[in-house]
Structure formats: structure tokens, C-alpha cells
């Protein structure tokens, strides 16, 4: 069965602190998708980024980077020089291209705290 | 382009009533699902629907609940006999490449069974 792990429940950083949230994931699966979603307070989940399982190059976006090892079945994120406008909960999910894969097992936030 | 809509914004039901909520997906979405989010965790899957067939109803938590998209459009979550144990935030998304693919998510469905 296929989990994922978000063992941060808040973190609270002031702005321009860098954060990094952890994702640990379990899956049977050879292939499968990682995922980041943002649900910012009004709601509304936002993706951010997937990565599939062959794929371990680290990826930057901006002030957001993603760390990809399948060695300890992480894929954390970080935000680098925190904004106010990043606070939100994040979700870290993933998704099994077997006959499992119909879904997103989404893993239980990190909610992040950016103070001014 | 629309995003996902999903109506009501918010819904407040007695308990053993029935309800139900609508999804409009992003149109040309083959890929749609339901997920349920209780307050302070993860959204949880319920039901996906490639076109109009539920391709996925394993995270249907009983039989109070069904889900249908007749014309592989809109879908239509239906709870029987409402419990309290039901209130939370239904979430639809759909996605063009399937589980594979980006989900869009709408804002979702306040559910409070009092």
C-alpha cells in the first residue's frame, strides 16, 4: 500500500528564512509520481510540481527547489528567502502507475508560517 | 480558461438527510475524482471516473455513498442518510492524462451534518 509521510505539522519562519518541508513516501511500485501541492487559507489546493520515479535530477523553480532521492524515498521541498504570500499548508502526494495508480495518497500537510 | 467549479461552496444538512454535491471539471478533462478532507488533514480519494465509468471506487468509505457523470462531464456525489462523521471539505479535481497528470482541483464543498 502506498503511503506518504509529512512527519512537520507547522513551521514558523520569519521572512527571508529559507524552510524546508520533508516528504517520505512508501510504495511496492517500481513507477510512480510525487507531487507538491499548495492550499493556500482560501482553499483551493495548487500544484507545484511532479516528478516521476526515474527521475532524480533536483529541480528549482523560482525561490522553490525540490530534492529527489529514491535511496530514502524522500522528496522535500524547499523555499528559499520566504515570503509572507508562502504561507499556506503544503501536501506532498504520490502516484502508482500500477492498478493502484487512480488516485493521489496525499500525505497530511506541513503548514507553513511566514511572519513578517 | 475555467478551472474546476464545484457547487455548492458550502452545504448544511441534518443528520439522515440526503445530499448532493456537483462538479464541473475543466472542460475536455477525461479524468475526474472526488476526495474528502477532514479538518486539519490530507485530502483523501474516494472515487475517479474515466469519461462517464468509475474506473476507481475504492475510497467510497459505504454504500451511502455513490457518485455518477452520466455524460463523462459533470459529476454528482450523493450521500444517503447523512451521519456527522460526514462533515468535511469534498474536493473534485480532473486532469487530462489521468493519474499520471497534474490534477486541478476545485475549491471544494463544506459539508456540516449537524
Known amino acids: 500500500a502506498q503511503k506518504v509521510t509529512q512527519a512537520q505539522t507547522e513551521i514558523s519562519v520569519v521572512e527571508k528564512e529559507d524552510v524546508t518541508l520533508d516528504c517520505v513516501y512508501e510504495?511496492?511500485?517500481?513507477?510512480?509520481?510525487l507531487f507538491w501541492y499548495k492550499q493556500p487559507p482560501s482553499g483551493e489546493l495548487v500544484f507545484l510540481i511532479r516528478?516521476?520515479?526515474?527521475?532524480?535530477q533536483n529541480e528549482i523553480s523560482g525561490r522553490y527547489s525540490w530534492n529527489f532521492q529514491k535511496s530514502t524515498s524522500s522528496f522535500n521541498f524547499t523555499i528559499t528567502a520566504s515570503q509572507v504570500v508562502d504561507s499556506a499548508v503544503y501536501f506532498c502526494a504520490l502516484s502508482e502507475a500500477g492498478a493502484a495508480g487512480n488516485k493521489l495518497t496525499f500525505g497530511g500537510g506541513t503548514r507553513v508560517l511566514v511572519k513578517p | 480558461g475555467a478551472g474546476v467549479s464545484q457547487t455548492p461552496s458550502n452545504k448544511v444538512t441534518e443528520k439522515g438527510k440526503y445530499v448532493e454535491l456537483r462538479c464541473d471539471p475543466i472542460?475536455?478533462?477525461?479524468?475526474l475524482y472526488w476526495y474528502r478532507q477532514s479538518l486539519g488533514q490530507g485530502p483523501e480519494f474516494l472515487i475517479y471516473?474515466?469519461?462517464?465509468?468509475?474506473?476507481?471506487d475504492s475510497g467510497l468509505p459505504n454504500d451511502r455513498f455513490f457518485a455518477v457523470r452520466p455524460e463523462g462531464s459533470v459529476s454528482t456525489l450523493k450521500i444517503q442518510r447523512t451521519e456527522r462523521g460526514d462533515s468535511a471539505v469534498y474536493l473534485c479535481?480532473?486532469?487530462?492524462?489521468?493519474?499520471?497528470?497534474?490534477?486541478?482541483f476545485g475549491p471544494g464543498t463544506r459539508l456540516t451534518v449537524l
Open positions: 479535481a480532473s486532469s487530462l492524462y489521468g493519474p499520471i497528470g497534474e490534477q486541478f
Open positions: 516528478r516521476n520515479s526515474f527521475d532524480e
Open positions: 510504495t511496492r511500485d517500481t513507477t510512480y509520481y
Open positions: 472542460s475536455g478533462h477525461t479524468a
Open positions: 471516473f474515466q469519461g462517464t465509468g468509475a474506473a476507481d
